[in-house]
T-cell receptor
Framework: EAGVAQSPRYKIIEKRQSVAFWCNPI?????LYWYQQILGQGPKLLIQ????????DSQLPKDRFSAERLKGVDSTLKIQPAKLEDSAVYLC????????????FGEGSWLTVV | GENVEQHPSTLSVQEGDSAVIKCTYS??????FPWYKQELGKGPQLIID?????GEKKDQRIAVTLNKTAKHFSLHITETQPEDSAVYFC??????????????FGRGTSLIVHP
């Protein structure tokens, strides 16, 4: 089966610019996650969707980050305006449900803010 | 919230040796412990997991042990091969209100297997 698809794979932007990342989860997976992975650290959850509803966005910097999953399938994560400390890999992941099933990760979108 | 500590940060072994990575967690309510392998330029991939009602689980050359009393769990890789070289992450998660699980990840261990 096809895995979690993400685009773009790489993006370089200047600080204060905006960027958007797209994710298409595995077909049939109700739960979608966005993680931020700073170099040398483990992934940190930004937001979790169950279908098109938000389950957890407690660690999402809402003054600059936003995410949506309008039709309960693919999702977009936006950063505006970007800061230098936003340089990281943004990982999208999905699972069948949110009750302890295996989480499958995409290959990530690498963001460099200069 | 949950806090997961992982050691060592870097582990270098010779091919054929065993490798052990250890993690501790803080929240006694955590009951699901997955391990992920991340190769360069790729997303993490689940390699093995264990739930709190089990003390040990094996899958070919990899095994995971869990000590709930001490709140620590470990990944054991035997007969290491160069293709085992990657960053390994442990995670701990618990069911929250509504039943959803959110894993908290450790900082990762870079395993290098020398031929």
């Amino acid at each position: 089966e096809a895995g979690v698809a993400q685009s773009p794979r790489y993006k370089i932007i200047e600080k204060r610019q905006s960027v958007a990342f797209w994710c298409n989860p595995i077909s049939g997976h109700a739960t979608l996650y966005w993680y931020q992975q700073i170099l040398g650290q483990g992934p940190k959850l930004l937001i979790q969707f169950q279908n098109n509803g938000v389950v957890d966005d407690s660690q999402l910097p809402k003054d600059r980050f936003s995410a949506e999953r309008l039709k309960g399938v693919d999702s977009t994560l936006k950063i505006q305006p970007a800061k230098l400390e936003d340089s990281a890999v943004y990982l999208c992941a999905s699972s069948v449900t949110d009750t302890g099933n295996t989480i499958y990760f995409g290959e990530g979108s690498w963001l460099t803010v200069v | 919230g949950e806090n997961v500590e992982q050691h060592p940060s870097t582990l270098s072994v010779q091919e054929g040796d065993s490798a052990v990575i250890k993690c501790t967690y803080s929240d006694s309510a955590s009951n699901y412990f997955p391990w992920y392998k991340q190769e360069l330029g790729k997303g993490p991939q689940l390699i093995i997991d264990i739930r709190s009602n089990v003390g040990e689980k094996k899958d070919q050359r990899i095994a995971v042990t869990l000590n709930k009393t001490a709140k620590h769990f470990s990944l054991h890789i035997t007969e290491t091969q160069p293709e085992d070289s990657a960053v390994y992450f442990c995670a701990a998660s618990q069911a929250r209100s509504g039943g959803s699980y959110i894993p908290t990840f450790g900082r990762g261990t870079s395993l290098i297997v020398h031929p």
